[in-house]
């Protein structure tokens, strides 16, 4: 029994991670801090249920039974001899009716079909470990919805005529690639970091799909100046010959032994970076020493290949199966009906053990995964709030400070190449404030960062614009995009008019992160897990636009379907993005187009615009009456739809002569489905029938009683063609034509209108694989009116946001964007983009090549706000356990398996600790930045507004004798809303009705139909808004 037992808690000790005990980040760090009552549930708690589970019931008499028998024969041998029974237990004739002979047969009669007492228990254990593993792969439940063990899986199908199903579909994808590129940490002053670079192995030189973590040491990169250390890193297959080095066991944990050995070789003459490295970190449990440089290639590999997913419901999962699994597994009709009836109790007592043991282990995982899921579906804090705002929109009275802020101007010179201080005659006797002075009233589209100011600054900045949320244009969110999708719910339900984004496209130059052997279902979980929320956002006439390539485009398509109704399908375009092609595979045509798949929320609301019509297009309308240029064109509808069988009621004969053309008078036959002519032509006159010159029938494009307003306007006509009568008809020119599904123009180019473009405006390459920026204008010009807010989540170097800004100067359109990206890209590459482009709209060589006109100026965008939230690992890293609550609960049923996290973490700031609002102004979390991770004040102000979905119209700050007021105004729907902030803590009584007295004299609540204020007050009608903040950070998600 104890290989049994013992193979079980092994197994659950995987779940459990006790394999990660070494790892201090995210989920193992609290997996971590339980370990010691994790243990006691494995290895004490769960044999001791299944032992008093045995000790009652038939169960219980029957291993009784077994043992009494067992005890009675051995009584018979020794009693009547070695022959009284024989190898199978049949007595000896002779002794059938002897006292012992009979409680023999007794006693074997009870035990017949029973088991022994040893025998259940590895029974039971055996049929848990055969369960369990079953759905446990490499850190992640994966939901493969067994049937029996003929029919291995079933998929819950309902009837639909097609059903889209994947592995992980019940599952959130919760892998970031943030630390996927960059791992960063700091060891005696020097800071390392692993960077991720493009695998260089040939394809037909690897061995298998499953891909490693692979150093380079000999790319190490030492900057001594900077003490910056750069470990670069491949994500691929091993090659043929790495596989045979490495073996088929425990392969990156070998990588990894290597290159602890292998990257300080390449250090020896960087003594620090040395130091820094072989320095000891921790000791392993049995005393080992263990270097940063071990610790962090560990977690680092654990980091980025674990923790894929959470499921969105582990236990109504796991419960079910469990049920399948006794139903199929543990009931054996055929043993049952040999056994006989007294025997059934027994089975049945077998599976109610099975399921209770199974369904404490359920309710313990499913602890743990629940408090994962709950944090992934949090809503996050926002972390930090800035404002991008171009200077022409800002009150000249500012201009002094600005003119005295040097942080602003070495931005401004960095990223704008300006010269603020250069002179001529007219400058040259002013001082250094009046020329930036100047200068700011010379280049009105400057862009100010209200980073680089102090706090007093920006409150008196912000609350001298009225209408905030009005006037700002663009919103930047640093943040993985679900937790992005998420906070921006309430603000922006219902109100985007086009969605665009260009997803990883999950190919081998790709780094999107997926689980070994669930390359495609990864991807696709991850894409519905975002598109299913953000669908929430879009207007009932707003589209959604999805760039990709072949390897998932059929997928997507499918998982479109599924999402926004195939009969929302609008169109799917494919555009030549590489004019060269690609050659990815022998045998193959070169690769250059992309898809674009375009959705809409309700095709029976949605206006697609139209395109301009080319020149040449326009030269062929040379005619013009009072109504505008037209073309003559044939009367007789060509191509689709166009013979009598698609429309009877156009197949009719015209009356012409000479020049003159009239409709005869005719009567319709709707049983024929035709037109009788009741008149014969005139003298002079012949019938004319819409027949082409092959002598096929087709039909007018007009119906009887249009071509005769058309003859009373005077638009229709008759012209000799190649010896041919033939009628025509005026065609106006159009304002413009629907864009066709095929796009190919050299302005789609990635190479020249993405990389080179992106080159030009920063002047370097730091992104790969940019967008034609005029691909994406188009994508948005059909489908994003003058008025429209464009959303796009992956918005990687921002080019979608630039096409924004160009279509509003191309058409001086109002259209405001918000973008969604993550990691190093948005410092380095978005948020310089985007204040770049707003400066002015031509660039080379990362300097413009001239200044915007005054005409851009006005149409670009006049403030740009951007933010960062807390991420899914920061709200990790931020869980605090309260021991003191946890030893009172233990009174409690089922508190270990059920509430023990959620109780004794229930007052981590990442979780709104509500008795801290009282200080909003001072709430920390810990959070990670530029590679550290520090204490950081969290702005609870703005994110109880997006979380309210409030229209911010006003932010002013007040003073009351120092006691500082933080008040928004704004709207909900058609309410005015006010929100106010202060600090709270340690007041009295009269603190309460200073508040109260001071919030009438200002009038801060004047016209508001809802007040929000936070913690206690004496204010007329206000609200404690901590109830609703608590509510709204976990409410339920719609994905």
Not at 578 to 602: E, K, M
Not at 728 to 749: E, F, R, V
Request: charged share 30%; with cysteine.
């Amino acid at each position: 029994m104890d290989q049994y037992s013992d193979k079980f808690q092994g197994l659950l000790r995987e779940l459990f991670q006790f394999d990660c005990a070494d790892l201090d980040f995210g989920i193992y760090r609290i997996m971590n801090y339980k370990r010691d009552v994790i243990e006691k549930f494995i290895s004490t708690d769960l044999p001791k249920a299944i032992a008093d589970e045995l000790n009652r019931g038939v169960l219980a008499d029957q291993s009784q039974a077994v043992r009494e028998l067992a005890e009675v024969a051995q009584q018979v041998t020794e009693t009547l001899g070695q022959d009284a029974l024989d190898a199978d237990g049949h007595l000896a004739q002779t002794y059938l009716n002897t006292p012992l002979g009979k409680k023999y047969l007794d006693l074997k009669a009870k035990a017949t079909g029973a088991r022994s007492r040893q025998t259940l228990e590895a029974m039971i254990f055996n049929h848990l470990y055969t369960f369990f593993s079953r759905y446990y792969q490499d850190g992640d439940f994966i939901s493969k919805r067994r049937y029996s063990k003929r029919h291995r899986y079933c998929i819950p199908y309902n009837g639909e005529e097609v059903y889209l199903y994947w592995a992980n579909q019940d599952q959130y994808y919760v892998k970031t690639a943030e630390y996927f590129h960059d791992y960063s940490f700091t060891s005696n002053g020097v800071t390392v970091h692993f960077k991720l670079q493009a695998a260089n192995v040939e394809q037909n030189n690897v061995k298998g799909d499953k891909r490693f973590f692979i150093p380079r040491p000999s790319g190490v990169d030492w900057n001594e100046q900077a003490s910056q250390l750069v470990i670069p890193f491949e994500y691929r297959p091993l090659t043929e010959q790495e596989a045979v080095t490495y073996g088929t066991k425990n392969q990156q944990d070998k990588i990894i032994a290597e290159a602890v050995d292998a990257i300080p070789r390449y250090l020896k003459k960087a003594d620090k970076a040395l130091l820094a490295l072989t320095a000891e970190r921790r000791k392993t449990s049995d005393g080992q020493p263990v270097s940063v440089l071990e610790h962090h290639l560990r977690q680092y590999t654990r980091r980025n290949t674990a923790d894929f997913f959470v499921h969105k419901d582990l236990k109504g999962f796991l419960s079910q199966e469990l049920d399948f699994y006794l139903k199929n597994e543990v009931l054996n009709l055929d043993e049952m009906e040999t056994a006989g009836e007294t025997r059934c109790e027994g089975w049945f007592q077998i599976m109610r053990v099975i399921k209770a043991v199974g369904g404490r282990i359920i309710d313990f995982l499913d602890q743990i995964e629940s408090f994962q899921k709950m944090l992934w579906e949090k809503s996050k804090f926002i972390t930090e709030t800035q404002y991008c705002i171009t200077v022409g929109n800002i009150d000249e009275g500012f201009y002094p400070e600005i003119a005295a802020c040097d942080a602003q101007w070495a931005e401004w010179k960095e990223l704008f190449h300006i010269d603020e201080e250069q002179s001529d005659l007219f400058t040259a006797y002013m001082s250094k404030k009046d020329k930036r002075t100047a200068f700011l009233k010379a280049h009105p589209t400057l862009v100010l960062d209200t980073k680089h100011f102090d706090s007093n600054f920006v409150d008196r900045l912000l609350e001298s614009i009225e209408d905030l949320d009005g006037k700002t244009d663009g919103l930047l969110v640093a943040s993985e995009n679900f937790q992005a999708i998420n906070l921006l719910i309430a603000k922006y339900r219902e109100q985007i008019g086009c969605i665009y984004i260009d997803p990883p496209y999950n190919t081998s130059e790709n780094t999107f992160v997926y689980k070994n052997s669930y390359k495609h279902s990864s991807w696709i979980t991850m894409m519905a897990n975002r598109l299913a929320l953000s669908r929430r956002l879009l207007l009932r006439s707003g589209v959604i636009e999805v760039a990709i390539d072949d390897t998932e485009t059929g997928f997507l398509r499918g998982l479109m379907d599924h999402l926004f109704g195939e009969n929302n399908r609008v169109a799917t375009i494919a555009a030549e993005v590489n004019p060269a092609g690609q050659n990815l595979r022998p045998n193959t045509p070169a690769l250059s187009h992309d898809y674009c798949h375009v959705y809409a929320s309700d095709i029976t609301e949605m206006k697609m615009l139209l395109r301009d019509l080319t020149e040449d297009e326009m030269e062929s309308y040379e005619e013009t009456d009072d109504k505008g240029s037209f073309l003559w064109d044939n009367l007789r509808r060509r191509g689709g739809n166009s013979r009598p069988s698609d429309r009877p009621g156009q197949w009719y004969p015209l009356f012409v002569a000479g020049y003159s053309v009239r409709v005869p008078d005719m009567e319709w036959d709707e049983q024929a489905k035709r037109w009788i002519v009741k008149e014969k032509p005139r003298t002079g006159e012949i019938e004319v029938w819409p027949i082409d010159p092959k002598g096929e029938r087709r039909i007018w494009r007009v119906n009887p009683d249009g071509a005769k307003r058309c003859l009373a306007l005077g638009e229709i006509a008759v012209t000799l063609k190649g010896g041919r009568l033939e009628v025509i008809k005026k065609s106006y020119m159009p304002k413009g034509k629907k864009p066709k599904t095929l796009w190919k123009d050299p302005k789609y180019s990635a190479t020249t209108h993405g990389t080179k473009l992106l080159i030009d405006i920063l002047g370097k390459q730091l992104f790969s694989y940019p967008k034609s920026l005029y691909l994406v204008i188009d994508c948005l010009r059909f489908w994003a009116d003058e008025g429209t807010i464009v959303f796009d989540y992956f918005a990687g170097s921002g080019t979608s946001g630039h096409a924004v800004i160009r279509l509003n100067q191309e058409d001086d359109g109002n259209r405001r964007f918000v973008l969604v990206e993550m990691g190093d890209y948005f410092d380095t590459v978005l948020l310089p983009r985007i204040k770049k482009v707003t400066f002015t709209p031509e660039w080379k060589d990362g300097k413009p090549k001239r200044m915007a006109t005054p005409e851009e100026a006005q149409r670009n965008p006049r403030i740009i706000k951007y933010m960062r939230l807390e991420s899914y690992e920061d709200a990790l890293n931020n869980i605090s356990f309260e021991e003191s609550s946890g030893q009172m609960a233990m009174q409690f049923d089922d508190y270990l398996l059920k509430y023990m996290l959620k109780w004794e973490t229930r007052k981590s700031e990442t979780l709104l600790n509500v008795e801290k609002l009282a200080r909003p102004f001072s709430y920390k979390l810990s959070i990670r930045k530029d590679g550290e991770t520090a204490d950081r004040i969290v702005d609870v102000p703005e994110t109880f507004n997006y979380l309210l979905g409030l229209h911010v119209s006003t932010r002013k700050v007040y003073d009351d004798n120092g006691r500082r007021y933080l008040v928004y105004r704004g709207r909900i729907d058609h309410r005015q809303v006010v929100i106010i902030w202060r600090e709270t803590e340690g007041w009295q009584k009269k603190d309460y009705e200073r508040d109260k007295k001071f919030v009438a004299e200002q009038k801060l609540t004047e016209g508001a139909d809802e007040v929000f204020v936070n913690g206690d007050s004496f204010i007329s009608n206000a609200r404690s808004l901590e109830p609703v903040f608590k509510a709204r950070m976990f409410s339920t998600v719609e994905a």
